[in-house]
């Protein structure tokens, strides 16, 4: 049998936590021996936030290798776009990330607006720019709350939920919608904002960052959480630029890479920046 046959017949169950040994035997000192681990995660496991299962061959808590298995994921959704009409499809972007959905409507529209050579007023134009980076902020406080959930602190999701609250208070007004707003339209957006909306969305997002030293303190100023996490999941430039890695993910691992700066689209171009996130 070999190695991965045995590791394939050593690993137990499909389901969270289920785990075996591979055959992969090292010395580990005098009188010590070490396996490789093969840890399925998912497709429901506490620590997946969708339905995604990896299947991870662990070296002690290095991963060496993993294999994704995407179908638990798959919807059909370009089968689904190509019975609908371009303004129906809008409504099953949004659903591609939840926690992103005005971003994924962006996606639809600027594409169907490029096709079309459709030019969208300017005011339509900054008032997208303004919705994605507030989605941006909710997406990535969602993040900042549910990780250190995964390293044993719960603490830092209430913290994160509160503002997020606050901001999600301002998309709900202009859209109706907390998570799916459906506020994107081909041409421009569903409607102009609502009066004082723009007064309210800077004393919200003002808010939100006086208090974000609290958070801040409470993640990062926390031991532990540095030591499992500082070097650890570090990308190598070629690794970045053969898989096409940007955002957060390239910018953590050394690579300063963002779209809005260096490939600019909607408003990005004419903002000053001088750090992302």
Same mark, same amino acid.
């Given at each position: 049998?070999?190695?991965?046959?045995?590791?394939?017949?050593?690993?137990?169950?499909?389901?969270?936590?289920?785990? $075996?040994? !591979?055959?992969?035997?090292? $010395? $580990?000192?005098?009188?010590?021996?070490?396996?490789?681990?093969? #840890?399925?995660? *998912?497709?429901?496991?506490?620590?997946?936030?969708?339905?995604?299962? +990896?299947? +991870?061959?662990?070296?002690?808590?290095?991963?060496?290798?993993?294999?994704?298995?995407? %179908? /638990?994921?798959?919807?059909?959704?370009?089968?689904?776009?190509?019975?609908?009409?371009?303004?129906?499809?809008?409504?099953?972007?949004? &659903?591609?990330?939840?926690?992103?959905?005005?971003?994924?409507?962006?996606?639809?529209? #600027?594409?169907? @607006?490029?096709?079309?050579?459709? @030019?969208?007023?300017?005011?339509?134009?900054?008032?997208?720019?303004?919705?994605?980076?507030?989605?941006?902020?909710?997406?990535?406080?969602?993040? #900042? %709350?549910? /990780?250190?959930?995964?390293?044993?602190?719960?603490?830092?999701?209430? /913290?994160?939920? &509160?503002?997020?609250?606050?901001?999600?208070?301002?998309?709900?007004?202009?859209?109706?919608?907390?998570?799916?707003?459906?506020?994107?339209?081909?041409?421009?957006?569903?409607?102009?904002?609502?009066? *004082?909306?723009?007064?309210?969305?800077?004393?919200?997002?003002?808010?939100?960052?006086?208090?974000?030293?609290?958070?801040?303190?409470?993640?990062? %100023?926390? @031991?532990?959480?540095?030591?499992?996490?500082?070097?650890?999941?570090? #990308?190598?430039?070629? +690794?970045?630029?053969?898989?096409?890695?940007?955002?957060?993910? !390239?910018?953590?691992?050394?690579?300063?890479?963002?779209?809005? &700066?260096?490939?600019? /689209? +909607?408003?990005? *171009?004419?903002?000053?920046?001088?750090?992302?996130?």
């Amino acid at each position: 049998m070999t190695d991965r046959g045995r590791a394939e017949h050593l690993v137990v169950g499909l389901g969270a936590g289920a785990a $075996g040994f !591979a055959g992969h035997e090292r $010395g $580990g000192g005098p009188g010590l021996a070490t396996q490789d681990m093969v #840890l399925n995660i *998912g497709p429901q496991h506490p620590a997946t936030h969708g339905v995604l299962r +990896l299947r +991870l061959t662990l070296d002690g808590e290095r991963i060496a290798a993993c294999e994704p298995i995407v %179908g /638990y994921m798959h919807r059909g959704v370009e089968k689904l776009f190509e019975v609908r009409d371009y303004r129906q499809i809008i409504v099953l972007a949004n &659903r591609h990330d939840w926690l992103s959905a005005f971003s994924n409507e962006l996606g639809v529209v #600027l594409a169907v @607006e490029r096709m079309l050579g459709m @030019e969208v007023p300017e005011r339509a134009v900054w008032l997208r720019t303004l919705l994605a980076e507030l989605n941006r902020i909710l997406n990535h406080l969602m993040f #900042l %709350g549910s /990780y250190p959930i995964e390293l044993g602190a719960i603490t830092p999701i209430f /913290y994160a939920f &509160r503002e997020r609250e606050t901001i999600q208070a301002v998309m709900e007004e202009i859209s109706g919608g907390r998570m799916h707003y459906m506020f994107n339209r081909v041409g421009g957006l569903k409607e102009d904002i609502p009066a *004082g909306w723009l007064d309210r969305t800077e004393r919200a997002a003002r808010a939100v960052r006086s208090r974000m030293p609290q958070i801040e303190d409470l993640i990062f %100023g926390n @031991e532990i959480f540095a030591a499992r996490t500082q070097g650890v999941g570090v #990308l190598s430039p070629d +690794l970045i630029a053969s898989y096409g890695v940007s955002g957060p993910i !390239a910018r953590a691992s050394g690579v300063d890479f963002d779209l809005r &700066r260096d490939e600019p /689209y +909607l408003a990005y *171009g004419e903002l000053r920046r001088d750090g992302v996130l």
